[in-house]
């Protein structure tokens, strides 16, 4: 049995899941991801969920979704509902190791598989295969997501990822010709001494000036930006903020302040009034603040239009129409995830065999009538609906002032059954306007219960 040790570091935040790997290990040798001979490029449609770009991939014939993350270095298989039909190649036992966790966890490493991803494709792919079952995305998005891909397949190609229309361009970087364009900001991605996840540089405002900052490019956050104290620079948790529950770690849950922070420079752009997050210093053992300081998320990302080329080792970002839209935040306090399904009870109303009744009409002479009329049957219909579960309650929040509790299933919200919303739009409300009304019925312990609170702005 091979033992191989990888050390990782990962974070659930907000809405969904951002995970760093901070990777010891030498991988082996392959060829990579390769169009076919005689195409140009490529063009592949994908699904912006949580600020998180989710691409349909094809692994041993097999169709999953994963999520294209500029913050992993490997190709990483968990969630697998299609678990007995999916073959991998050349597997051998390995162990995870997170920070600060004794007990190893187990996996699989395998080799030799291919992995397609449009047109492109992969012979000879290493695959990391996780089955901690906290490392599932798929309760947090609402849907399956499969796993996460990233620098195995940036390095080869210049993608061209259009936010806004929600559509990726693939390139063969020795044929790519890059256009003029003056309302571009084009900058360094920083991979240097083999690093497999990219940094970039732009500039934290704050009251007091400018602070430069190395940011890790990471699309596989959902949130806008995470960063690390560091009082030798001045990086300081703004005295306007509160604690918060950031998400689960490998190790248990992560917490931290939550803000807004002044803004963040990329280039000649400013995006102003971001949220941050600033995750206590228990979290980020073994992150080197000298050479990197927060994270930029899907939610800054996800205003722009990038040219990611990982071969000349640049980005180019255009605004799109996203750029201009307000920063939120969970005003409600609470956390909600998918946590399996329920059987859902409704009426069902059919034209199907009538049954007979009676009606009694009194006429204008005194007399009653007798007429029988032939009613629709009704019934009811029971089918299985995804359910959703209160997983966090934050102290003194609105939620938690009324009485909510972790552990509590959501059963209608505004009026609405809740299997009838995307677990996004379901969260989305939360993140509405203050003072919006939102009406909640749970179920605790077999019994239904009815709560109702307003949202308010803590920063």
Not at 53 to 67: A, D, K, T, Y
Not at 160 to 180: A, C, G, H, M, Q
Request: proline share 3%; hydrophobic share 35%.
């Amino acid at each position: 049995m091979e033992i191989l040790y990888l050390d990782f570091y990962h974070f659930l935040k907000e809405k969904a899941l951002i995970l760093f790997f901070i990777v010891s290990f030498t991988c082996s040798a392959q060829e990579g991801f390769k169009l076919p001979e005689g195409v140009r490029g490529d063009k592949i449609n994908f699904e912006l969920a949580n600020n998180l770009i989710i691409i349909p991939v094809e692994l041993n014939g097999v169709q999953l979704s994963f999520i294209l993350d500029t913050g992993v270095g490997s190709t990483i298989l968990f969630s697998i509902d299609k678990r007995e039909s999916l073959e991998l190649k050349n597997a051998t036992k390995i162990f995870l190791r997170g920070l600060g966790n004794e007990a190893p966890a187990e996996a699989i490493k395998s080799t030799g598989n291919l992995l397609k991803i449009g047109d492109t494709y992969s012979n000879n792919h290493t695959v990391y295969m996780i089955f901690d079952e906290s490392m599932n995305f798929s309760p947090l998005m609402g849907f399956p997501v499969h796993g996460i891909i990233g620098y195995d397949f940036f390095r080869k190609f210049i993608l061209n990822i259009n936010y806004s229309k929600e559509v990726i361009k693939i390139f063969d970087p020795k044929l790519y010709r890059y256009k003029k364009c003056k309302k571009c900001y084009v900058t360094d991605l920083d991979l240097n001494n083999g690093r497999r996840r990219p940094l970039i540089k732009a500039k934290y405002e704050t009251d007091t000036g400018l602070i430069d900052v190395n940011l890790l490019l990471d699309s596989g956050s959902s949130s806008a930006l995470w960063l690390f104290e560091n009082p030798e620079i001045d990086l300081t948790v703004p005295k306007d903020s509160f604690e918060d529950f950031l998400g689960k770690g490998f190790n248990g849950d992560i917490y931290g302040q939550k803000t807004k922070v002044k803004g963040l420079r990329i280039g000649d752009y400013k995006v102003k009034e971001v949220t941050a997050s600033f995750p206590d210093s228990l979290y980020i053992q073994g992150i080197s603040l000298k050479d990197r300081q927060g994270s930029v998320g899907g939610s800054v990302l996800r205003r722009f239009n990038l040219i990611v080329d990982y071969p000349n080792k640049k980005i180019t970002f255009k605004k799109n129409s996203f750029f201009s839209k307000p920063f939120h935040y969970n005003m409600s306090g609470l956390t909600i995830q998918h946590s399996g399904v329920r059987v859902s009870k409704d009426y069902n109303f059919y034209q199907g065999a009538s049954r007979p009744s009676l009606d009694f009409v009194t006429k204008d002479n005194g007399k009653i009538s007798i007429n029988v009329f032939r009613a629709n049957a009704s019934t009811f219909i029971y089918s299985l609906q995804p359910e959703y579960k209160i997983t966090e309650v934050r102290p003194d929040s609105p939620a938690a002032i009324v009485g909510l509790l972790k552990g509590d299933k959501v059963l209608e919200v505004n009026g609405r059954k809740s299997h009838l919303y995307k677990l996004s739009d379901l969260n989305d409300l939360f993140y509405s306007e203050e003072g919006k009304k939102i009406t909640i019925k749970v179920e605790r312990l077999g019994v239904e219960m009815k709560f109702t609170f307003f949202l308010k702005k803590v920063i």
